[in-house]
């Protein structure tokens, strides 16, 4: 089993209690693991399984077609598929957690008769099961100590990849090879795959926010971005790290470098229980304002930049995001139009709790499609020393990225292994 009984009976216990201050005693909840997915025209061939992560955490299995059913009178119940022969011939088995037949499931609906059956693994905008659903999501954003081990250990993995690209980052080297080294370490380190695909970029490309790897050479002067992780059992890291070419930073990137990293640092010094997140991102926000102002870049004061989304410009997205069972963890209530706060959309917009994971990845890019945009350039007029702004775009951007526990003595920095 990945995590042990006591954390999975805990896992249970709290959100029954938290689902019982909604529920009524004929409601039933279901939480289904899903159905794996055929290749289209592939016969006998199935996409890799990921059990839903809701699923996975209420039940610590990763088995598909499983359900977990939790009803006032009957608590919670597991139902789950017997390992099969065919299994048994083709995989060696599997690992089946205890729990009733899955074939006894459809009776036991049947039989209790529910006036309401909410299932949380199917989206859905209605209002009584957003309130089931944000109920049990509000526990399962809370870590336990075995979900923050595995990911300080996840930390430990992508680690060796950022190690080896301490000495394999030089002028001469792709993109793709800096992407390949990294993943070769992470892979023979222990991970079991890739949260996301690895971002790398070099030069201007390093101001693209998803940078896919390419062939271009890094040329000596410039930095490469990277932002790639770790994953076992669909828990991850989500890190970004900054290369120089040839190991040294130079001025030039100093300047952008300790800018960001003072944001970070910052914006990681609020995450403590009670904290808005908003103010997290507009910490960063306006952080790297008065570095652009101190640049002669910007030509507005920080509140100006802030008021006017002037930053957005230089930092267009969000300080961060939940992450842990994926790279997208549940992040916040159901926000379907999310707000902007200083020109960039939170999808998180809600109250930092004990033992929420957060990133914390400010970024400052000089993006030519924003840059040369002409509605941009409209828009943000003479708050920006446009020319100046040009100088800077064969540089790129510069991102930093950790993932921080929300705890009340203090963030906690899982991913704080990774050398900055
Ligand atoms: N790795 C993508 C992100 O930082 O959200
Ligand atoms: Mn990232
Ligand atoms: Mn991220």
Known sequence: MIFSSVAITERKRRTALALNTVLKEEDTIIVYSGTPIQKPGGHDQNYYFLPHPDYFWISGSRRPYGVSAYSKTDGWIDF????????????????????????EFSSWLEKRNAKRVFNLTQESDE??????????????????????????????????????L??????????????????????????????????VGTGSNSATLHAIPTARIVKEGEHVLIDAGADLHDYCVDITRIFPANGQRSERLKS???LVLKAQLESIAMCVPGTSWKEVH???????????????????????????NTISVFFPHGVGHMVGLRVRDVGGPYNPQPKKYAGARLRVDMSLEENHLMTIEPGLYFIEALIHDAETRRT?????????????????????EDDILVTSRGPDNLTSVVEK
């Open 166 to 199: 301490k000495t394999s980052v030089r002028p001469g080297i792709s993109e793709r090879q800096i992407q390949l080294d990294y993943e070769t370490a992470v892979l023979y380190a222990g991970s079991e795959k890739f949260p996301y695909d690895s971002i």
């Open 380 to 400: 943000f007029g003479d708050q920006v020393n446009w020319p100046e702004a040009e100088k800077w775009l064969d540089f790129g951007g510069v991102r930093i």
């Open 256 to 258: 952008i470098y300790d």
């Open 282 to 308: 507009l910490k960063s926000a306006r952080v790297m304002a008065q570095g652009l102002i101190d640049l002669g870049i910007l030509k507005v004061s920080v509140e100006e930049a802030i008021q006017n």
């Open 127 to 164: 209002v009584e099961w957003l309130q089931m659903k944000e109920t049990f999501s509000r526990e399962r954003r809370r870590k336990d100590a075995e979900e923050v081990e595995l990911v300080r250990r996840l930390a430990g993995i992508a680690n060796a990849g950022y190690q080896k």
């Open 80 to 103: 789950v598929l017997p390992v099969t022969r065919e299994e048994r011939i083709w995989e060696g088995g599997a690992t089946v957690i205890p729990g009733k037949d899955l074939a």
